[in-house]
């Protein structure tokens, strides 16, 4: 078997977080390339594409989209296209709201519209706001603020200046992300591997390691795996069981979880958490997921 890991061009030196996962696919006897995804390259020479760090695919969307269509058929891409269309806009949170899942109350912002932020923060009574985009990544025009004159004012402006061209969404802003973080389970071919709690640095809301956030060991609630299997559940009777996922959660002050993203392009898996069983796991997932799939 003989696959691609789909990455990018400026891909940081410290990202080192697959390795584990890479020896154990040697161990298993899987051949594997490491190619960045726009590269010229013939795709068909391979039985599988699998996604990982395409992580500059949110600033080249049509591009990636594009590359996306035609890759898929030229070999089998994992998570297969259907999925990775679904969960390239947010939008599907919307979807999982309409399905019964728990997210945080959202106002959705569609782009070429006007809103009024003052009139929708207090329709729901909210003491503070967050915004962010629906095509985005990274904590990538993200923005706090209070229900208050400057707050209002502030946000006001961030929705007139992105509403135009992108999509976003509002939602109250859970102050418990500064202390407790976003927790995050980890998912192969369905099964429940391992888990992670991302704490950002003091008076910060950003869990990503590039703005200095800390990540632990962490082992998912009841409460979060009931959500996070009904998730892949809606993902799996839409669309196809994916191969991998990562379900991330948000906390209210009294501890109730919302699903907060469902991660299923080109997640971080944090196997540094997971260790070597998580790495088998996936391989052995991935070998058998391509020879059930093919």
């Known amino acids: 078997m003989n696959i691609a890991i789909a990455s990018c061009f400026d891909l940081p030196d410290w990202e080192k977080d697959d390795t584990p996962f890479f020896n154990e696919l040697e161990a298993a006897g899987i051949q594997y390339q490491i190619v960045p995804w726009d590269s010229d390259i013939d795709w068909s020479?391979?039985?599988?594409?699998?996604?990982?760090?395409?992580?500059d695919y949110q600033e080249r969307i049509d591009e990636f989209m594009a590359w996306v269509n035609r890759v898929s058929t030229q070999t089998?891409?994992?998570?297969?296209?259907?999925?990775?269309?679904?969960?390239?806009?947010?939008?599907?949170?919307?979807?999982?709201?309409?399905?019964?899942?728990?997210?945080?109350?959202?106002?959705?912002?569609?782009?070429?519209?006007?809103?009024?932020i003052q009139k929708l923060m207090q329709q729901h009574g909210w003491e503070k706001g967050f915004l962010k985009p629906l095509?985005?990544?990274?904590?990538?025009?993200?923005?706090?603020?209070?229900?208050?004159?400057?707050g209002i004012l502030e946000a006001q402006k961030h929705v007139d200046r992105l509403t135009p061209t992108e999509d976003l969404v509002l939602q109250p802003y859970l102050a418990n992300v500064e202390s407790f973080g976003e927790t995050s389970g980890v998912f192969f071919a369905g099964q429940y591997s391992h888990g992670t709690r991302k704490v950002p640095v003091e008076?910060?809301?950003?869990?990503?390691?590039?703005y200095g956030a800390s990540d632990f060991v962490y082992h998912l609630s009841d409460q979060e795996l009931e959500l996070a299997h009904k998730?892949?559940?809606?993902?799996?009777?839409?669309m196809t069981l994916p191969l991998y996922a990562r379900i991330d959660f948000l906390h209210h002050k009294d501890g109730t979880a919302f699903v907060n993203e469902v991660e299923l392009i080109e997640p971080s898996l944090f196997f540094r958490h997971g260790g070597k069983d998580s790495c088998v796991l996936f391989a052995q997932s991935l070998a058998k997921y391509i020879k059930d799939t093919h």
Not at 136 to 145: D, T, V
Not at 231 to 238: G, L, R
């Open 45 to 55: 020479q391979f039985d599988a594409c699998l996604l990982r760090t395409t992580w």
């Open 231 to 238: 998730a892949i559940a809606f993902v799996t009777e839409t």
């Open 203 to 210: 008076g910060d809301f950003r869990v990503q390691d590039d």
């Open 135 to 150: 095509v985005g990544a990274n904590a990538r025009e993200c923005l706090p603020f209070d229900n208050n004159s400057a």
């Open 76 to 116: 089998q891409l994992l998570n297969p296209k259907s999925i990775i269309e679904w969960n390239s806009h947010k939008r599907y949170l919307h979807h999982l709201e309409l399905a019964g899942i728990t997210i945080a109350p959202s106002e959705w912002l569609m782009k070429g519209k006007r809103y009024d």
